[in-house]
């Protein structure tokens, strides 16, 4: 059974610019979460889709914003890029939220920086 | 404010050695979960525990829920170098804004040398 799967691995833009993430959840799982894992700030929750909707949010601002298309894959956009956004974005998938925790499963991730 | 307390960060110990590192907090988690992250890869998911004191064991690995669901400890017994990378608890809540999100301890490195 495929893993999660993200892409590209390794992305390189500068200042200003917008970047695209991209994620493939396991086979039967409808949530998507994503995570920035920056230097020295550990695993910080982004956002969570679940069903095509955007269920919940972490403290980022609204120039990180993403979405869910109807197989499940999903996409982080983040616009005007800063120095600070260098970090590698982590994308996890679960199965559907029931009212109960399901577990996440990772995905290898993608090393963005920001020149 | 680190909602997950992990110690220690750093532990550097000798092979067949055993150890055991803590994530602990303040707050009440409805489950904690266990990761081992390599260079250049995502987390994987070890272990999932649910309910306070639930303990539950994974060949050398044993992982421990507090009664209070505030904290949890893993074990492991005769480390071995392939035990090596950085090992993460991560607690969710139910409901409301923590709805599906992990909150990660800061991460424990932990080196066996053979």
């Known amino acids: 059974e495929a893993g999660v799967t993200q892409s590209p691995t390794h992305l390189i833009k500068t200042r200003g610019q917008q970047a695209t993430l991209r994620c493939s959840p396991i086979?039967?799982?409808?949530?998507v979460y994503w995570y920035q894992q920056a230097l020295g700030l550990g695993l910080q929750f982004l956002l969570w889709?679940?069903?095509?909707?955007?269920?919940n949010r972490g403290n980022f601002p609204p120039r990180f914003s993403g979405r869910q298309f109807p197989n499940y894959s999903s996409e982080l956009n983040v616009n005007a890029l800063e120095l600070e956004d260098s970090a590698l974005y982590l994308c996890?998938?679960?199965?559907?939220?029931?009212?109960?925790?399901?577990?996440?499963?990772f995905g290898d991730g993608t090393r963005l920086s920001i020149l | 404010t680190q909602l997950l307390e992990q110690s220690p960060q750093f532990l550097s110990i000798q092979e067949g050695e055993n150890l055991t590192v803590y994530c602990n907090s303040s707050?009440?988690?409805?489950?904690l979960q266990w990761y081992r992250q390599e260079p250049g890869e995502g987390p994987v998911l070890l272990v999932t525990?649910?309910?306070?004191?639930e303990v539950k064991k994974l060949k050398r690995l044993t992982f421990q829920f507090g009664d209070a669901r505030k904290d949890s400890s893993l074990h492991i017994t005769a480390a071995q170098p392939g035990d090596t990378g950085l090992y993460l608890c991560?607690?969710?809540?139910?409901?409301?804004?923590?709805?599906?999100?992990?909150?990660f301890g800061q991460g424990t490195i932990l080196t066996v040398h053979p």
């Open positions: 996890a998938s679960s199965l559907g939220g029931t009212g109960r925790y399901q577990p996440q499963h």
């Open positions: 086979s039967g799982h409808t949530s």
């Open positions: 991560a607690g969710a809540k139910a409901g409301g804004t923590s709805y599906g999100k992990l909150t």
């Open positions: 889709y679940d069903e095509g909707e955007e269920r």
């Open positions: 707050s009440v988690f409805s489950s």
């Open positions: 525990v649910v309910t306070g004191g």
